[in-house]
Each structure stands twice: as structure tokens, then as C-alpha cells.
């Protein structure tokens, strides 16, 4: 009988664009859209302008372009360089499912081999859905510790599987990649993203030129465990790892079971995700109720339990403040908005926006839960000046595909962040290029316009 690797590598190689539902090439697209917009905005940041400099330095016949830049490396420093400038703006979409954020450990790396190769837009959408599935189903199958952040854990065999994938490799190698891609995940902790310091964006870099390498080396002849995510996520990384959850109506996919990359999450907050359930309850209280900063005598926000571990009011930078709910919701409150404008200076120095942080408690409730849909994520309770009491819960944030925004929210999300970088015209110009992505003979006829203004 086939174990669950076999399972997972007779689904990655029977994936064809052709058998693919129409739900689930549009899932891809708009998922792929989504992913560009969040690596072409942080590409920008001086330290990711940089990396791209020093990959293009460092491997200058290479054929995959460093998005965003006037410049290209090869596709081991390109996932890189795009994973690394995907994450670092809090962007990113994720799925609720597991796997935390799928895409940008998936879309890098499949991105720079399709590119590097000249494959056709077809093969790109089958194994960024590949990709994807067996991502989030490895780390849905994970009760991962209480400090293990998930950015580059298992998203390494993501990376590895789609390119598996391009490659049309058999089920035989594809297992053989698997393990070879687990036993080299990252091992990362939670500290370095609620400190604010930026080794953190490497996480999902890291993992994708390691999925690549893992293709790499089971071509040298390197040999892994015969069931190593059991092994490392099992005794390492994971609390407990259950192999039959990665496969759970694994073969019903596209006959009744939807495949994940359907049943995902866009972020319209631009911060952590356990930051959006207070922030939905707060900016529909804001809406139905108006009142303003100086109304607000406190604030209570209970939410999961990892909330208590994002309670700082005085986050010392952007990364930080992406990451504490306090300064989250004063934000939205002093600002009226949640986009990256609201975690950039000027905003981290408003004293209005620190002073409110400082009046909001944070208390934890253990029957709440990112993965849940029939219980709240999120309650918050506001006390005004005028002894009014405002109250609000959150279940499903908006953007979870269990509570979706359209999709033209999503592309226009894509065109904020984007639309800086490229100028608004070629931005509209990768919206049309994403839509047609499967009629593409070569995906470089996307990645031409994907390439910045500016040398790096």
C-alpha cells in the first residue's frame, strides 16, 4: 500500500494545467498576481535593493530576473533575492489551512527555473499549483512548537516539488526530492519578527534556492530518508506530525475537494495575519460608530493565544510594528487605515498612534484559533469618554476565501503595490500579462515587464 509520500508525489506528477478546474487556474492567477505585487513593493527597500545588486554581482550570466530591478541572476539567487523582498512588507497571502504562506515559498523559485528555461506559462500555473498543495497539506499535517516560525519550514519542499514539477519528473524522483528538501528546511524562530529584525525576510528566501538545490542534488546522486518531514518536523520542528492529514481526500481533489491554492487568504491589512482579526473588528466599529482617537479611554482585544506574544506598544521599527496588535489597531484608529502607509514613518513616530497603543490590553482566549471558521478569532471592546461601550467580533477575517474579497479588490491591492515601482501603466500591463499567464510559450514574455525602472 502507498504511503503517504508516494500519494504526494503521484499527485505532483499527475498535475497537468489541461486537468486542472477553471476555479483552480484562477485561484492561480490571482494568487500569482498577488505574490508579484508583494515582491515588486519590497524590492524597494534599500537592503532588498541591495541583495538584488549583490545576486546579480555574484552570478552575472544568470538568466531570471530580479523583479523589480534592471537586472538578473541565476534562479539559485533570484528565488532568493524575490522570496526575501516578498516577505518583507507583511503582504504576502497564506492559507489558513496550513502551510502559513504557501506562495511565497512556491512562486520565487518556480518563477526563476521557468524563467531560466524558457517554459511556457502552462507549466508554470500546474507546478505553482503543485507546489502549493503539497505545501500547505505538509504543514497543515504539523502542530508545529510554540516558537517555530513557519516561513521556510516545509515551504523548502514547496519550492522543491514545483520544481520537480517543471522538470516532468517522475513520482520516483519527486519522493526522493521531498526528502531531500525536508531534511534541509530552516529551522526558524518567531524572536527575529517580533523584534523587527530583517534576517526574518530571508526565511522564504532561503527555503526557495534550497528547494531548487534540492532538485539539484538528487540529480548529483545524493540520497535522503526514506520519510524525512517525519523526521524533522516529527522530532524537531513539530509537537506531533500526522502524515494522514497531508493526504486527507487527497485524490478527490478537482472532483469535489477544491485544491488549497482555492482556499486561501489575500491580507488587506498590510501586517502580520494574527494582527487583521482585531483589525476587522476594529475598522467595522469605526465605520458603523465614528469616534475618534481622543474618544478612546481603553481598549481590550482578546484574540489567539499567540496575541499575547504581539502586545508590544513600542515597536522599535516597521517589521516590528507589522507585528504588534496594539499599535495595529492604534494605527487604524488614528489613521483610518491599514495599508503600508500605516506601519511607515511618519506614521511609527506619531505620538497619537503611540499613545493609544499604550492604553490597549491584550488578553488571550484558547478556543480561539487562525485555522477555525465556527468560532471567533478576535473580540474588542472600546470604552469612549462619552461612557459609550463598543464592541465587535471577528470570525473569518475578509480575504479568507471563507469570507472572500472580489477579485478586483485583490488587483487593485496588486496596483498600489506595485504601481511605485513600475509606474502604473506597466503595472496594468502585468494585471493583463498574469490574466493570459497560461497562453504564454515562454514565461518571459510575463517577466519583461516585471523588471523595475531603475538599475539595482
Keep these: 500500500m502507498a504511503d503517504y509520500l508516494d500519494r504526494l508525489a503521484r499527485f505532483v506528477e499527475g498535475t497537468r494545467f489541461d486537468a486542472l478546474p477553471a476555479t483552480t487556474v484562477a485561484a492561480a492567477r490571482l494568487v500569482l498576481l498577488d505574490t508579484l505585487g508583494a515582491i515588486l513593493a519590497?524590492?524597494?527597500?534599500?537592503?532588498n535593493a541591495k541583495?538584488?545588486?549583490?545576486?546579480?554581482?555574484?552570478?552575472?550570466?544568470?538568466?531570471?530576473?530580479?523583479?523589480?530591478?534592471?537586472?538578473?541572476?541565476?534562479?539559485?539567487w533570484a528565488a532568493l533575492t524575490n522570496a526575501t523582498a516578498g516577505v518583507a512588507l507583511e503582504v504576502d497571502e497564506g492559507n489558513r489551512l496550513g502551510g502559513g504562506h504557501p506562495a511565497i515559498h512556491?512562486?520565487?523559485?518556480?518563477?526563476?527555473?521557468?524563467?531560466?528555461?524558457?517554459?511556457?506559462?502552462?507549466?508554470?500555473?500546474?507546478?505553482?499549483?503543485?507546489?502549493?498543495?503539497?505545501?500547505?497539506?505538509?504543514?497543515?499535517?504539523?502542530?508545529?512548537?510554540a516558537n517555530v516560525h513557519s516561513h521556510g519550514t516545509w515551504g523548502t519542499i514547496g519550492t522543491a516539488v514545483a520544481v520537480a514539477r517543471l522538470a516532468d519528473?517522475?513520482?520516483?524522483?519527486?519522493?526522493?526530492?521531498?526528502n531531500l528538501a525536508a531534511s534541509m528546511s530552516?529551522?526558524?524562530?518567531?524572536?527575529p519578527a517580533l523584534d523587527g529584525a530583517t534576517i526574518r525576510n530571508l526565511y522564504p528566501g532561503r527555503s526557495g534556492l534550497q528547494g531548487i538545490l534540492a532538485v539539484e542534488l538528487q540529480r548529483c546522486g545524493f540520497t535522503g530518508l526514506g520519510d524525512a518531514p517525519s523526521d524533522v518536523y516529527g522530532t524537531i520542528l513539530a509537537e506531533r506530525f500526522e502524515p494522514a492529514l497531508a493526504v486527507e481526500r487527497l485524490e478527490e481533489l478537482g472532483t469535489g475537494e477544491r485544491h488549497r491554492i482555492e482556499r486561501n487568504y489575500f491580507k488587506l491589512h498590510a501586517c502580520c495575519r494574527f494582527n487583521h482579526f482585531a483589525l476587522d473588528a476594529v475598522m467595522a466599529l469605526r465605520c458603523a460608530q465614528p469616534f475618534e482617537a481622543g474618544d478612546v479611554m481603553r481598549i481590550r482585544v482578546t484574540t489567539i493565544p499567540f496575541g499575547e506574544r504581539m502586545a508590544s506598544t513600542e515597536p522599535a521599527s516597521m517589521l516590528a510594528a507589522k507585528f504588534s496588535i496594539p499599535y495595529s489597531v492604534a494605527a487604524a484608529i488614528v489613521l483610518?487605515?491599514?495599508?503600508?502607509?500605516?506601519?511607515?514613518?511618519?506614521?511609527?513616530?506619531?505620538?497619537?498612534?503611540?499613545?493609544?497603543?499604550?492604553?490597549?490590553?491584550?488578553?488571550?482566549?484558547?478556543?480561539m484559533s487562525p485555522r477555525r471558521t465556527d468560532h471567533?478569532?478576535?473580540?474588542?471592546?472600546?470604552?469612549?469618554?462619552?461612557?459609550?461601550?463598543?464592541?465587535?467580533t471577528t470570525t473569518v477575517p475578509r480575504g479568507d476565501a471563507a469570507n472572500p474579497a472580489p477579485p478586483e479588490e485583490v488587483t487593485a491591492?496588486?496596483?498600489?503595490l506595485a504601481g511605485p515601482v513600475l509606474g502604473e501603466a506597466r503595472a496594468r500591463q502585468v494585471v493583463d500579462a498574469v490574466h493570459r499567464a497560461e497562453t504564454f510559450k515562454d514565461v518571459r514574455a510575463l517577466t519583461a515587464v516585471l523588471a523595475g525602472g531603475a538599475p539595482s
Design 169 to 178: 519528473a517522475p513520482a520516483a524522483t519527486i519522493r526522493e526530492v521531498i
Design 376 to 392: 471567533p478569532t478576535a473580540h474588542v471592546k472600546i470604552a469612549l469618554s462619552d461612557g459609550r461601550m463598543l464592541e465587535q
Design 336 to 367: 483610518g487605515r491599514t495599508d503600508l502607509a500605516a506601519f511607515e514613518p511618519p506614521a511609527l513616530g506619531d505620538p497619537r498612534i503611540r499613545d493609544l497603543a499604550r492604553k490597549i490590553e491584550i488578553r488571550a482566549e484558547p478556543k
Design 51 to 76: 541583495l538584488a545588486g549583490l545576486a546579480a554581482i555574484r552570478s552575472p550570466q544568470g538568466g531570471a530576473t530580479l523583479l523589480g530591478h534592471r537586472a538578473r541572476a541565476d534562479a539559485f
Design 106 to 145: 512556491v512562486i520565487p523559485g518556480a518563477l526563476a527555473v521557468a524563467e531560466e528555461q524558457g517554459l511556457d506559462g502552462r507549466r508554470l500555473l500546474e507546478s505553482v499549483v503543485a507546489g502549493y498543495e503539497v505545501c500547505s497539506r505538509l504543514g497543515g499535517a504539523t502542530s508545529q512548537r
Design 42 to 47: 519590497g524590492s524597494a527597500l534599500p537592503e
Design 186 to 191: 530552516p529551522a526558524n524562530s518567531w524572536t
Design 413 to 416: 491591492k496588486f496596483l498600489a
